[in-house]
């Protein structure tokens, strides 16, 4: 069943990449198959060698950190072994034993495991893999094994190679990596001549996921951990191919281009790309074959081939970084695997894949001369207070008396060498080998010298712990710095310090890319797909290796059982204090050091810190795209971000996506992600949103363009995105802003707030004021009786003192979904029984509509005493007015607001009030513009997520006080109040405004009306034509079905249900025509 090794062929291309005769055909392997495959042998391996070896058996039984170091292992010996497959069906190892497999090989072995089972007490099988991965390091020309260095190096394997496994076990793990279960149940041969090394890259990614597990009768298991639509352990996901694609189109291909205009191939191989986080290599790889496929056009016809072309590219060009040793190994497989060549060595990567935090060291050596930031020296876990006092206390001292040296002039001698190096020749063995020894020799020199030293000591002023009866004088201060900058240091009192800082694999850009950083002014492209997490130690997944009974506790009973810890497992406890003292300084240094000031707060998103990184790291005339949540650009926490690259012209595109599709399927379908390319001097930016396909990129109709002016102009107070699905939508959002000015514009003070207005989160939150509640059970139980829609306290039955503000009086607990447009009787509790918890809500009916005296249920009440002190010092208003702050797609509208009598309300609803009060004419003007088609229109383009926030709302366009004369406010107010004032309760806001008589009827057909009188002069307002009003209704109806955008979809479904024609749309449109027949104001 061994398949047949295929003969190298002649072709521009890689055999491997055209497909081989030789490959039987259906044999192709899915990732699902390769996944499978590779955890069972994960499992077999794991298993093999834990019972051949007691004293590691007994060592994992009882730290877990063993069992992930062993695991960490048997991850690395199972993808060196699918590599060495892959190599061998390739034609790349055993050239001088071309009659047939050796004993030492991994289709050896496969038919091995084939013929037999293997037995329990023999282990040549095992021992001569190990033979093969030794001998592989330097080469074994008796038996055909090429030198493939760091590739096949046992240095990794510390545990694997000083253990025994019986054949049994081994050839098990081999039967599984080299087949797979084919149609009928029968196994069938792996067809590794059509595997990429990008599907590998895929199943690679997905393993470091798995975690370990020893159950008590000593059986090996492995946990794939099932944490539903949370980010995973890593957090990071492998990208699709077709998202790399896209994202290459907007950042590589533009700079080779330039590149190659200017230099031709020279040119193309001057250019320097990095993934900051490249996990398996996905995003590097693609960029790798994209330029070899453009150097070999631009070479002479005959001039070597693709091969030759891919491995120049990637020696030269490619680079990147990842804080998983794993990742990283996993990258510089996956290269050498794509550029393997006969007869030719594995071109050395070690100076440009490197291990080390990407966000966490110097990024700048200036910093180095202002000091350490005051900020490090912050009580952390068990750090003594008083010991950090007097760090702080120095390191001002330090910096007020000392002087800072010129420390930049140090970069060039290592940048300089650090070139030299790279240019060294790597065509045989013997060069790979010394050029590898040169760099680690300019590295050790590099971390050595005072520029190295004094960089570990800034970041080790932030790690270091200062737990009581330490020396203040061995933590790193700004005078400790700068005497190693000097070369004046006392070198092994900073020793300690200066290992915390390699200890959490710091990582210096200055230093570990000098050459490119210093002479270069950084890198040409950076691209990637970075961790999507926040920076803060998990202790679930923290626990899962190391002890899973304490991460499947919740809450509480999940801190007791660390504690106890202290004295059941005090070094797996020091262990996790220390991760946890970790992840905090690392959090205090994104937030403190200075070098990430527009995206170094809050709880530290890991992807914006990865944007700002970009800005840090590419040229002026570079790129950088990355594939980050959308969040980026319409968050408020990340909003001074994208506030940056709007207003410096570095937003060169965003493309939006929704994952329904998905194109992440370890992802909620709703969550929305984007392609991010920044560069500079951008004129105007293109933005394309809710794609759901990567084929939709180059759909026109999907794509509009901004300029910062507009953007400016759209969203003044955060610089965020809008959402538009079309063209049209940017255009028509456009448009409106032109004529019509934000809510607010914080930036213009009080007259960017024409409105004077306030925004509040309800009155009570339903959590933490919970206590103030009460239910009708529990009033009427208490002796309290009905006083309309109140209880009185027995004791003060009285109606002449309703707001005597001792509590004798309870009033509703408003909700925002109880309450609809103009109607704050939409929805109750009456019918609903038992618990409160209920997302929506039976609607109120026609009959108790058409009563004034009727009102709505509410599940709690709360002392009207407390809803005065929350109002403070507002006068008893007349009403109140709030939105829902929880948008849903299955709501007919985006932002739902409605007037409500002066109750208690919940945090559900946002209030707001205008300086003029509820009492003021003008203030309805307010409310039907808020209320109005149109203005929904807008705010649908604004609302990125399902949460409607202040910072949304007050960019939201609204006509100001000044805009209405006396015959609008005539217009608009009557209308106003005839849909408002259906119910007794709402009296003081009609009295309010004017109105002596009774409660209006409640007329269906003749509320419609009025509502669509008032949409329609809102969108003359707004200065819409009628074609522009027929696309606000329905962009169908205008730009045909399959146009890429909805507006008001539910709002029509619903009226076609229910009235059989889309009511709205016709009422509108015909109050909209009537109205420009009679040249009604306001069109200006």
């Known amino acids: 069943m061994m398949p047949p090794r295929p003969e190298p062929i002649s072709t521009p291309f890689p055999a491997w990449r055209q497909g081989n005769a030789a490959c039987a055909e259906g044999q192709e392997p899915t990732q699902a198959h390769l996944r499978a495959g590779m955890r069972a042998a994960l499992l077999a391996l794991g298993q093999g060698v834990l019972d051949a070896n007691a004293d590691l058996r007994d060592a994992v039984g009882a730290d877990g950190h063993v069992l992930s170091c062993l695991f960490d292992e048997l991850l690395r010996l199972v993808c060196r072994l699918a590599f060495l497959a892959e190599l061998e069906a390739r034609g790349l190892l055993h050239a001088s034993r071309a009659q047939g497999p050796s004993g030492h090989s991994f289709f050896y072995w496969l038919a091995q495991a084939d013929a037999s089972e293997g037995a329990a007490g023999c282990f040549a099988a095992w021992d001569g893999m190990r033979h093969v991965l030794g001998a592989m390091d330097a080469g074994d020309p008796g038996r055909g094994l090429p030198a493939l260095g760091a590739l096949a190096h046992p240095g990794g394997l510390p545990l694997m190679m000083a253990a025994r496994m019986a054949d049994r076990d081994f050839l098990s793990a081999i039967r599984s990596l080299g087949c797979r279960i084919g149609e009928g149940g ?71 281009d330039r590149a190659v205009a200017a230099g031709g191939a020279g040119g193309l191989l001057a250019l320097r790309i990095i993934d900051p986080a490249c996990g398996g290599g996905h995003f590097l790889l693609g960029a790798a074959r994209r330029m070899a496929a453009r150097l070999v ?161 800034y970041v080790a002023a932030f790690m270091l712990p200062r737990p009581a009866g330490s020396q203040a004088d061995m933590v790193p201060t700004t005078d400790r710095l700068w005497q190693e900058l000097a070369g004046t240091g006392d070198g092994g009192c900073m020793d300690a310090a200066i290992h915390t800082a390699i200890g959490a694999r710091t990582l210096h850009w200055p230093l570990v890319f000098a050459d490119i950083m210093v002479e270069r002014g950084g890198f040409d492209v950076v691209i990637g797909n970075p961790p999507w997490d926040v920076m803060q130690l998990e202790e679930e997944e923290y626990f899962g290796t190391r002890l899973s009974a304490i991460s499947a506790l919740k809450g509480a009973a999940r801190k007791a059982a660390i504690t106890a810890l202290g004295t059941a497992r005090p070094e797996l406890f020091a262990r996790f204090t220390r991760a946890r003292r970790q992840s905090e300084a690392m959090g205090v240094f994104v937030r403190t050091s200075g070098r990430f000031p527009l995206a170094g707060r809050g709880r530290g998103n890991t992807y914006a810190l990865f944007t700002e990184l970009s800005l840090a790291l590419v040229r002026d005339d570079g790129r950088a795209g990355l594939i980050v949540p959308t969040g980026i650009a319409t968050d408020a926490m990340t909003a001074p971000l994208l506030g940056f690259l709007v207003d410096e012209r570095r937003l060169a595109q965003l493309v939006d996506f929704e994952n329904s599709a998905p194109l992440f399927p370890g992802v909620h379908r709703s969550f929305k992600f984007c392609l991010l390319t920044i560069a500079n001097a951008v004129a105007a930016t293109r933005f394309a949103c809710f794609l759901t396909r990567t084929q939709q990129c180059g759909d026109t109709r999907r794509s509009f363009s901004l300029s910062a002016g507009d953007i400016a102009r759209i969203n003044p107070n955060t610089r965020t995105m809008p959402v538009f699905r079309s063209r049209m939508d940017a255009a028509l959002t456009r448009a409106i802003y032109a004529r019509v000015q934000v809510f607010v514009d914080e930036a213009r003070g009080p007259a960017g707030n024409p409105w004077e207005v306030e925004f509040r989160q309800g009155l009570f939150n339903m959590t933490s004021d919970s206590s103030l509640f009460r239910t009708a059970a529990q009033l009427a139980g208490g002796g309290w009786r009905r006083d309309g829609t109140d209880w009185l306290h027995p004791a003060r039955m009285a109606r002449e003192a309703p707001d005597n503000g001792d509590g004798s009086r309870y009033v509703p607990l408003y909700e925002a ?243 059989g024609e889309y009511r709205t749309r016709r009422l509108v449109l015909a109050a909209y025509d009537r109205q420009e027949m009679a040249a009604l104001r306001p069109v200006s």
């Open 186 to 256: 029968k196994p069938r041969p792996v067809d590794w001549c059509s595997i990429g090394s990008g599907d590998l890259a895929s199943v690679y990614e997905g393993l470091l996921e798995i975690r370990p597990c020893l159950a008590p009768d000593g059986l090996f298991m492995l946990d794939d951990g099932g944490r539903g639509n949370d980010r995973r352990i890593s957090g990071s996901y492998y990208t699709p191919d077709s998202l790399v694609q896209a994202l290459l189109d907007s950042t590589l291909d533009p700079v080779m």
């Open 297 to 457: 056009a631009l070479r002479p016809p005959g001039q070597q081939g693709y091969q030759a072309a891919l491995r120049d590219v990637v020696a030269r060009c490619i680079h990147g970084v990842d804080c998983n040793p794993m990742a990283v190994e996993l990258t510089r497989m996956a290269l050498w695997i794509e550029t393997a060549m006969p007869g030719r060595p594995l071109c050395f990567l070690g100076a440009n894949i490197r291990c080390g935090n990407a966000l966490l060291g110097v990024a700048d050596v200036a910093v180095l001369e202002t000091g350490v930031p005051d900020g490090a020296y912050r009580v952390l876990g068990n750090d003594d207070p008083a010991v950090v006092r007097r760090c702080l206390r120095r390191n001002q001292r330090a910096k007020a008396e000392w002087r800072a040296p010129d420390c930049r002039t140090l970069l060039a001698p290592l940048a300089a060498e650090l070139s030299a190096l790279r240019g060294m020749a790597e065509d045989t063995a013997q060069e790979v080998a010394q050029k590898q020894q040169r760099f680690e020799a300019w590295w050790t020199g590099v971390s050595r010298s005072p520029l190295g030293r004094a960089c570990d000591l």
């Open 817 to 1059: 979904k109880m309450g609809y447009f103009y109607d704050h009787r939409h929805a109750g509790y009456a019918q609903r029984k038992g618990e409160r918890g209920h997302r929506v809500l039976p609607q109120t009916g026609l009959r108790e509509h058409c009563d004034p005296a009727f009102e709505i249920m509410p599940h709690y009440w709360v002392p009207r005493n407390e809803v005065m002190r929350k109002i403070g010092n507002m006068s008893s208003p007349s009403a109140f007015f709030g939105f829902r702050n929880i948008m849903s797609p299955t709501n007919e509208r985006t932002f739902i607001c409605n007037l409500l009598p002066p109750w208690g309300v919940g945090n559900s609803m946002t209030l707001l009030s205008p300086g003029m009060g509820w009492d003021d004419p003008r203030a309805a003007c307010l409310i039907a513009n808020l209320s109005s088609l149109p203005f929904d229109f807008v705010c649908r383009q604004k609302a990125g997520g399902v949460n409607l926030n202040f910072f949304i709302v007050k960019q939201l366009p609204v006509l100001p006080p000044s805009f209405y004369s006396t015959d609008d406010v005539d217009f608009i107010l009557p209308r106003v109040l005839e849909l408002t004032f259906t119910s007794n309760t709402m009296a003081p806001f009609a009295r309010g405004m004017g109105h002596v008589g009774a409660p209006f009827a409640w007329d269906v057909a003749r509320r419609a009306l009025l509502r669509a009188e008032l949409d329609a002069w809102y969108a003359r307002a707004y200065g819409l034509d009628r074609r522009q009003l027929e696309y606000v209704l329905d962009p169908h109806d205008v730009m045909g079905a399959d146009y890429p955008s909805q507006t008001f979809r539910v709002l029509r479904k619903n009226e076609m249900a229910t009235f």
